[in-house]
T-cell receptor, first 114, second 114 residues
């Protein structure tokens, strides 16, 4: 069985500040981990993925995430927030034997203020 | 690639009417997923197919909902009869069943049942 917990349904940061969105996972098999971003009135867009290669994964728009097995975490970060980063972010987990199904977290809405 | 295509993008209908949502997955993908997103319940997986075969429909809320995938390039989600509580954004996503399972989402269909 797999699950994802996203801590904080809403996060607010100032423009230029560090963005940190938290994701913890549970998986009975080696996980594949994903971050998706959803802008208003749009579908989910893949931001980055971890697939058991490098533990630090770089994605689009300056985001990156680090896989930490000991902490069962896959937190998303960006050094400097931009107004255009305001969106909802979803963490998801999959793995071999899960028949291609992703288990999504409940999402974190990121607000960026001036 | 055109990405996942959904139609219609918006649908407004009256309670009791039949609604059919359509999805064309990315060419070469062999898994297809239907999701529903609402403010109250977040993102819910309704049903998914592997190689055109329904694998798990446990998320389908009621018998009023049905989904088909007659071939690798087309799927429908039907609601009959529709009710106001079915109002939501419905997303279709597709993935390649081998590899790391990342899903690619369509733009969604916003359904309003009055």
């Amino acid at each position: 069985a797999q699950s994802v917990t996203q801590l904080g349904s809403h996060v607010s940061v100032s423009e230029g500040a560090l963005v940190l969105l938290r994701c913890n996972y549970s998986s009975s098999v080696p996980p594949y981990l994903f971050w998706y971003v959803q802008y208003p009135n749009q579908g989910l867009q893949l931001l980055l993925k971890y697939t058991s290669a490098a533990t630090l994964v770089k994605g689009i728009n300056g985001f990156e995430a680090e896989f930490k097995k000991s902490e069962t975490s896959f937190h998303l970060t960006k050094p400097s927030a931009h107004m255009s980063d305001a969106a909802e972010y979803f963490c998801a987990v999959s793995g071999a034997g899960t028949a291609s199904k992703l288990t999504f977290g409940t999402g974190t809405r990121l607000q960026v203020t001036l | 690639d055109a990405g996942v295509i959904q139609s219609p993008r918006h649908e407004v209908t009256e309670m009791g009417q039949e609604v059919t949502l359509r999805c064309k997955p990315i060419s070469g993908h062999n898994s297809l997923f239907w999701y529903r997103q609402t403010m109250m319940r977040g993102l819910e997986l309704l049903i998914y197919f592997n190689n055109n075969v329904p694998i798990d429909d446990s998320g389908m809320p009621e018998d009023r909902f049905s989904a088909k995938m007659p071939n690798a390039s087309f799927s429908t989600l039907k609601i009959q009869p529709s009710e106001p509580r079915d109002s939501a954004v419905y997303f279709c996503a597709s993935s390649f069943r081998r590899g790391t399972y990342e899903q690619y989402f369509g733009p969604g269909t916003r359904l309003t049942v009055t």
